[in-house]
């Protein structure tokens, strides 16, 4: 049996390793003008509900990237796949253009920038906003959504980038 640790405050620090352990998707998330799209790396990302069909992202207040996506009213979720670990970093930074040599075409219902070769999209409508502390919880209502078969995805897991593997086809 693993040695327990000595139970910590929650100071962010703590916060960030315990919270480290669980595995989470590298999502992209895209929109703004189409002939000035903005996009940003988005650590949390989930769905919410099926009827209607719903999804949260939470980007943080200081992003210099989500004004511009929120002003669209759209964004577009893409699931980064296997082998795209230099779209990750890309779109962690701040500032630049994070579009310059990234091939994408207009997601089918918004318009937002649909990532090539992603494990997956979700292309959808802001929904709701909430304040969250240090971030903004934003629901997106599913316009349309989409898997490219066979790719495996990328997840972020204690401190790094790591593939998944590929994505079974459950039907």
């Given at each position: ?36 799209p903005s996009g940003l ?68 219902a918004t318009g937002a ?59």
């Amino acid at each position: 049996m693993a040695e327990r640790e000595q139970i910590r405050h929650p100071d962010s620090d703590n916060f960030r390793q315990v919270l480290g352990r669980l595995p989470t998707g590298v999502v992209v998330v895209t929109g703004g003008d189409p002939e000035r799209p903005s996009g940003l790396l988005c650590g949390s990302f989930m769905s919410v509900s099926l009827e209607p069909p719903l999804v949260v992202v939470s980007p943080a207040k200081t992003s210099t990237s989500w004004p511009a996506i929120e002003a669209g009213g759209v964004f577009c979720a893409n699931v980064l796949a296997d082998g795209q670990e230099h779209l990750a970093r890309r779109f962690a930074k701040s500032g630049g253009d994070k579009f310059s040599g990234v091939d994408w075409q207009p997601a089918p219902a918004t318009g937002a920038p649909l990532l090539e070769d992603v494990a997956a999209w979700i292309d959808c409508r802001i929904y709701e906003r909430f304040d969250a502390g240090d971030h903004l919880l934003v629901l997106g209502e599913v316009m349309e959504l989409s898997v490219h078969r066979g790719t495996g995805a990328l997840v972020f897991h204690r401190g790094t980038l790591q593939p998944l593997g590929q994505i079974r086809d459950a039907s």
